[in-house]
């Protein structure tokens, strides 16, 4: 079956930079498509970040266009997320997760790793 491990969070200052990978195993991320979300505590979960099939069709939410990147490397069978210029409201656990189809929910999803931005 497939599994997502997130791993890289941690504690940054304001404007610092993070990176964080998900690994991928039972299965070839070459098949997939993946996202990014997020989940404050006492807030929803949130989206961050969705990549095609093709890293061309990546689509980012707002609040962190600009300052995040998504990208897979398909040898290493590992997703990343690049966030750069960290602002404290990006405190928040980050998961990635994964489907088969252009659509619809998610059906793999990681556990998670902590990102927290100081001020």
């Known amino acids: 079956q497939v599994q997502l491990v997130e791993s890289g969070g941690g504690l940054v200052q304001a404007g610092g930079s993070l990176r964080l990978s998900c690994a991928v195993s039972?299965?070839?991320?070459?098949?997939?498509?993946m996202g990014w979300f997020r989940r404050a505590p006492g807030k929803e979960r949130e989206f961050v970040v969705h990549?095609?099939?093709?890293?061309?069709?990546?689509y980012y939410a707002a609040s962190v266009r600009g300052r995040f990147t998504i990208s897979r490397d398909n040898a290493k069978n590992t997703l990343y997320l690049q966030m750069s210029s960290l602002k404290p409201e990006d405190t928040a656990e980050y998961y990635c997760?994964?489907?088969?189809?252009?659509?619809?929910?998610?059906?793999?999803w990681g556990q998670g790793t902590q990102v927290t931005v100081s001020s």
């Open positions: 990549i095609g099939f093709l890293e061309s069709s990546a």
């Open positions: 997760a994964g489907r088969d189809t252009d659509y619809g929910p998610y059906m793999y």
């Open positions: 039972g299965g070839l991320l070459n098949n997939y498509a």
